[in-house]
């Protein structure tokens, strides 16, 4: 067992792109968790594809390093505001945080939910203000923006005498002094073994206690479950009592223990109060779930999570292309498929619905919701998938819907646009103010609905210089109708391929999803109309060719390239009649209801019921 004493638990929390896990490979580096000749990818806590390939975290990772005779477990954690369900789970097993600022940013919402997470918990910070080598760097008026938002949040005096330091995490320097750059990230780890405290230490008489706060998977030892020792020991063989929701109590063993040191996990004989292990051997746990002494369970407080505010249905794919490319295509693939989702998430609900092929579920966000799509896409799966909806809420018997706090950092020649587009949306200003550069920063209250869809558009009006993002800010009474897309779709009304003779004419309607050679069939979607109504084409018409030639009848088929649509962007541009298709080889959009004839007359027996009303 380490020495209490010498452990240091410490998350490191921030806004999305304000650089924690740069900071964490060069933190890796400079303790000593790799060797100097061995070779290290970039964002090496990034090991998701995924993360990857979106440049985010996903996923609260942990670490270990020795520094000065002490031991500092590290936890990743996400910065975007839908994998907040990560964040607070990463938190219970740490003593402090390491918060990461950009220098030129500044707090942002994610910034502002993880700081009050942590100062709910009595967490002890440690500020880092990154970033300070670009142009437009503003690290004193950044600090006071910190120390401010501490005193929103309701912190106590001792709360805000945490040491400052001031990094470039992308050279691993970090500084007590503005003035003075850094030359290593010594001044760092000194702040984390200064500042932050030991584990406390268990009361006296206390069993055996570990709380689960993640899960992992081994192909050799199976379901492992990750979390940090309260008080007692463990050790491999040792019976152990699961309690777990509900106040049911089970039996079980731990087969392995292991530790962590770098990116590697190390076998112990014994681990003790305040160390963060992986328990494997026990197959059915869950998170939340509390290892404790077998003959005498004492179960820990179960983490608890904010409540989701969004959700969609999965459905299994029923288009006529169904199963040609998919591995798992059944419902009970989807259902087992999501059930283990749900299990290893706490910050997603699965829900079952009025039939048997469709289920609800229930997330933080838009992009949490695209992420599972996409995994279970990589893993074989093929469903389709209506567009996000939130969730609403009867308090007091009045309808209420979550609220978003969407803050945009955008040119000043853009400020009346976003303002004015954001209007239809219910968004109301709550704060403007300069950045400096010729940009500003807008803050908005706003529906998380008024925000579906919002993303693309603002990129445009913005031309790619916007920067947004949001948090959850409460709830409020429903704020009434949002118009949605203000376009309607061109549709497929036959199986076929498209030929590029008749796409040649279909593009002077509206702008096209699809380019020539592409499966279609009647319901599908491949294209957004020029104005409000749905166009129904055909596609797959080909050019009749005759011996009789004419001036113009042999006019050059010129096609604009297609906009394609990414799973993202799909899920926001869809309608309530609308769905995503998604297969491990395509995505496509298409109609609920693929038959013409029943689309029209659902549509007129919707107009009979207004007029009723």
């Known amino acids: 067992m380490f020495p209490r004493e010498k452990i240091r638990n410490v998350a490191i929390v921030a806004h999305v792109d304000h650089g924690k896990t740069t900071l964490v490979d060069f933190m890796l580096r ?7 000749n061995e070779h290290v990818a970039e964002r090496v806590m990034d090991s998701n594809d995924l993360e990857r390939e979106k440049g985010i975290t996903i996923l609260a990772k942990n670490t270990a390093i020795g520094w000065k005779d002490h031991f500092i477990n590290i936890v990743d954690t996400p910065g975007h505001a839908d994998f907040g369900g990560e964040v607070e789970r990463g938190l219970r097993m740490v003593d402090g945080v390491l918060l990461l600022v ?3 940013e500044g707090p942002l919402p994610q910034t502002r939910f993880v700081l009050s997470k942590a100062l709910g918990l009595g967490l002890k910070t440690v500020l880092v203000i990154n970033k300070i080598d670009r142009k437009d760097a503003r690290a004193r008026d950044v600090l006071d923006s910190v120390y401010s938002l501490y005193i929103d949040l309701g912190a106590e005096e001792p709360d805000l005498e945490f040491p400052v330091l001031y990094a470039i995490a992308r050279e691993g320097k970090a500084s007590k002094s503005l003035e003075q750059v850094g030359t290593n990230l010594e001044p760092l780890f000194d702040s984390i073994l200064s500042h932050i405290p030991p584990p406390p230490a268990p009361p006296a008489g206390v069993p055996t206690q570990l709380l689960v ?5 081994d192909d050799y030892v199976g379901r492992i479950a990750i979390g940090r020792m309260t008080a007692g020991r463990l050790a491999p063989n040792m019976p152990v009592s699961v309690c777990r929701d509900g106040g049911k109590i089970e039996q079980g063993k731990v087969v392995k223990l292991y530790g962590f040191s770098g990116l590697r996990r190390v076998e112990l004989q014994e681990a003790g109060p305040g160390e963060i292990v992986c328990v494997a051997g026990i197959e059915s746990l869950s998170i939340g779930d509390t290892l404790s002494d077998p003959e005498r369970p004492v179960p820990l407080p179960r983490i608890k999570v904010d409540e989701p505010t969004m959700m969609m249905i999965f459905r299994v794919n029923d288009g006529p292309y169904a199963g040609r490319e998919g591995k798992y295509v ?6 087992d498929r999501l059930q283990r989702e749900a299990y290893k998430n706490v910050s997603i609900r699965v829900e079952d619905t009025e039939t048997p092929d469709a289920f609800r579920v229930v997330a933080r966000g838009e992009l949490q919701l695209a992420v599972i ?3 279970m896409r990589r893993e074989g799966f093929e469903l389709t998938a209506s567009n996000p ?7 007091d018997g009045v309808r209420h819907e979550p609220m978003e706090l969407l803050v945009a950092d955008v040119p000043e020649t853009s400020v009346g646009i976003v303002t004015e587009r954001l209007g239809p949306r219910k968004g109301r200003m709550v704060d403007m103010g300069a950045l400096g550069g010729g940009r500003t920063r807008l803050q908005f209250r706003i529906p998380a609905r008024g925000l579906v869809g919002f993303r693309g558009e603002f990129l445009t009006i913005t031309r790619g210089e916007g920067i947004m993002s949001s948090q959850f800010d409460g709830w409020e009474p429903w704020m009434g109708y949002i118009p949605r897309r203000s376009n309607g779709a061109i549709i497929a009304d036959r199986l076929g391929d498209s030929i590029p003779y008749a796409l040649f004419s279909i593009q002077e309607r509206g702008k096209l999803f699809v380019g020539p050679g592409v499966q279609l069939y009647e319901g599908m979607i491949i294209g957004e109309h020029a104005h409000p109504n749905d166009l129904d084409v055909n596609a797959s018409r080909e050019k009749k060719l005759t011996n009789i030639r004419a001036a113009g009848r042999d006019e050059n088929v010129i096609l604009t390239p297609p906009s394609e649509m990414g799973l993202e962007k799909a899920l926001e541009w869809i309608a309530s009649d609308e769905l995503v298709e998604v297969t491990p080889k395509s995505i496509r959009l298409r109609k609920r209801m693929l038959d013409f004839n029943a689309r029209y007359r659902a549509e007129r027996d919707r107009k009979r019921e207004k007029e009723d009303e």
């Open 213 to 217: 706060a993640n899960l992992d998977y």
């Open 389 to 395: 909806e939130p969730i609403i809420k009867e308090l």
């Open 330 to 335: 059944t419902s009970r693939n989807l259902r």
């Open 102 to 104: 950009d220098a030129a």
């Open 30 to 36: 400079q303790g000593g968790a790799f060797r100097s």
């Open 373 to 375: 799509i996409e995994t």
